[in-house]
C-alpha cells in the first residue's frame, strides 16, 4: 500500500535523492531506480566533508579522552592511530548504575565503536534519535579526537 | 561541562563551554535548567492530571499561563507549515502538544546556556537536538531498525530533530486517517521544536510533506520509508553510511 502510494507521489515531486536502500533485502524497484539515478549527488558531498575534516597523525599513537560523567555513570574512550587512521576504539575506564550498564555494555558501546571506526576521524560528537546512552562515548570519543588533531 | 537530567519520560543532556566558569556556576545553571524543565513537565504533561493541559483536555477551562497560550500558538503555526500533518488536536484524547514540547523545552534550556555566556551549547532533548555553536557539528542519524548504528550523519549549527514509529510512546497519527507515509525522519533547522514537529509530520504525510519542507530555505530533512530507503533533501547529508 504505502509503496504503492510513493510511486503516484514521486511523480508529483521533484528534487528529493533516494540516496539507499537501508535494508538490501526488501529493495523495492522505484528505490533501485532512484538510487542510480542519483548516486552522484550524495557522493560528491561526502568527498567535500572528507576534505573537510583535520587529519589524523601518523602514529601509532594512543589518546584517552577526558573520563566523562554522564549522570549514570563515567566512562573514558581511548583512540589508537596508525598510519593517519583510527585502527581501534576501546574503553579505557567504564562504570555504570547496575540499571544502565547492561544496555550500555552490552548494546551501544560495541557498535558504536564499530560505527566511530567506519566514520574514520568524522567526529560525531551527538546522535539524533537516539537515547542518551551513546552521549558520555561521544563526549570521550570526541575530547580523544580533539587531542590528536592537536586542537 | 556535560550534565543529564532525566525528564520527560526521557534524558535531557546539555553540554556547555565558556571561559573560566567556575565549577560551582556550571552546576547552577544545571540547577536553573533544570528548574525550568520541570516548570516546563508540570505544566504541559499528559501524564499529570493537574497539568494545564491536562485540565484543558478536560475542558475544564480557566486562565491560561503566558507558555500555554505561547505553544497553542506554535502548534497552530507548525500544522500550518506541514500542510495539516502535525497536528495536536488529532490526537485522542484531544489537544496533546507533547510532540511540539519537548523541542520547545530544548530551546528554552539552550537559551538559558546562552544566557549565562556559554560560547558553545548543545542540548540534547532524547534525540532533539539544539546548537549553538559557530561551526556546525557532525550528526549521527539514528538507523529506524538498529538502536545502535548510524545510517547517516547531517551537519548543523542550529536544531535536529528525529522522529521515528521506534521511539517509546510513539503515538503518531495521519490526521487525514490514511497510513504512515515514512518509517522515521529527519529535520535539520532551527527553531528545534518546528524541526522536531516538522520530523513527526514527515513520518505522518511522507514524501508529500518532505517535498513541501524542501521549499522553505530554513529546513532540510530526509526521511525514511518502511521499506529503509533513504530520502532526502539535496545538501541534507554530509555522509551516508553504507551497511
Known amino acids: ?51 573537510a575534516s583535520a587529519p589524523l597523525p601518523v602514529g601509532p599513537v594512543s589518546v584517552t579522552g577526558p573520563l566523562t560523567n554522564y549522570g549514570f555513570g563515567d566512562i573514558a574512550v581511548k583512540v589508537d592511530v596508525a598510519n593517519h587512521k583510527i585502527v581501534d576504539i576501546s574503553i579505557a575506564k567504564f562504570q555504570a548504575l547496575e540499571a544502565y550498564s547492561i544496555e550500555i555494555e552490552q548494546a551501544a558501546v560495541p557498535s558504536l565503536r564499530a560505527e566511530a571506526l567506519k566514520a574514520q576521524g568524522l567526529p560525531i560528537g551527538i546522535v539524533t534519535g537516539a537515547t542518551y546512552t551513546s552521549q558520555g562515548f561521544a563526549y570521550s570519543l570526541q575530547g580523544a579526537l580533539n587531542k590528536l588533531k592537536g586542537k | 561541562m556535560l550534565a543529564e537530567i532525566p525528564i520527560m519520560g526521557t534524558v535531557f543532556t546539555l553540554e556547555f563551554e565558556g571561559d573560566g566558569r567556575a565549577q560551582s556556576e ?37 486562565t491560561h ?33 507533547s510532540g511540539l514540547v519537548k523541542g520547545w523545552a530544548g530551546e528554552r534550556a539552550l537559551a538559558l546556556l546562552i544566557d549565562a555566556g556559554a560560547e558553545r551549547a548543545v542540548v540534547n532533548a532524547g534525540g532533539d ?21 548510524l545510517c547517516a550523519v547531517v551537519q548543523s549549527n542550529t536544531a535536529v530533530a528525529t522522529s521515528g ?7 503518531i497519527v495521519n490526521p487525514l486517517g490514511a497510513e504512515l507515509g515514512a518509517y522515521a525522519a529527519t529535520v535539520v533547522g532551527a527553531p528545534l521544536y518546528l524541526a522536531d514537529a516538522l520530523a513527526t509530520a514527515v513520518v505522518a504525510g511522507g514524501e508529500q510533506v518532505l517535498a513541501k519542507i524542501a521549499q522553505q530555505r530554513q529546513f532540510r530533512g530526509l526521511l525514511v520509508t518502511v521499506d529503509g530507503v533513504l530520502r532526502a533533501i539535496p545538501g541534507t547529508m554530509v555522509t551516508v553510511i553504507q551497511t
Open chain 1, 1 to 51: 500500500m504505502i509503496r504503492r502510494a510513493f510511486t503516484v507521489l514521486g511523480a508529483m515531486v521533484v528534487g528529493l535523492l533516494g540516496i539507499l536502500t537501508l535494508y538490501p533485502r526488501a529493495k523495492s524497484q522505484l528505490s533501485a531506480a532512484s538510487v542510480n539515478k542519483n548516486h552522484g549527488g550524495s557522493k560528491s558531498s561526502s568527498q567535500k566533508a572528507a576534505a
Open chain 2, 129 to 149: 537536538i539544539a546548537i549553538h555553536s559557530a561551526e556546525p557539528i557532525n550528526i549521527g542519524v539514528r538507523h529506524p531498525r538498529e538502536a545502535d548504528r
Open chain 2, 65 to 97: 499561563s503566558e507558555s500555554f497560550d505561547e505553544v497553542f500558538a506554535l502548534c497552530e503555526l507548525a500544522r500550518e507549515l506541514s500542510d495539516g500533518f502535525f497536528d495536536p488536536w488529532a490526537v485522542p484524547g484531544g489537544y496533546d502538544p
Open chain 2, 26 to 62: 556550571s552546576s547552577a545553571l544545571v540547577a536553573e535548567v533544570t528548574n525550568e524543565l520541570e516548570r516546563i513537565d508540570r505544566t504541559f504533561s499528559t501524564y499529570r492530571t493537574n497539568s494545564e493541559v491536562s485540565h484543558f483536555r478536560r475542558h475544564e477551562h480557566g
Open chain 2, 165 to 171: 514509529l521506534y521511539e517509546r510512546g510513539c503515538h
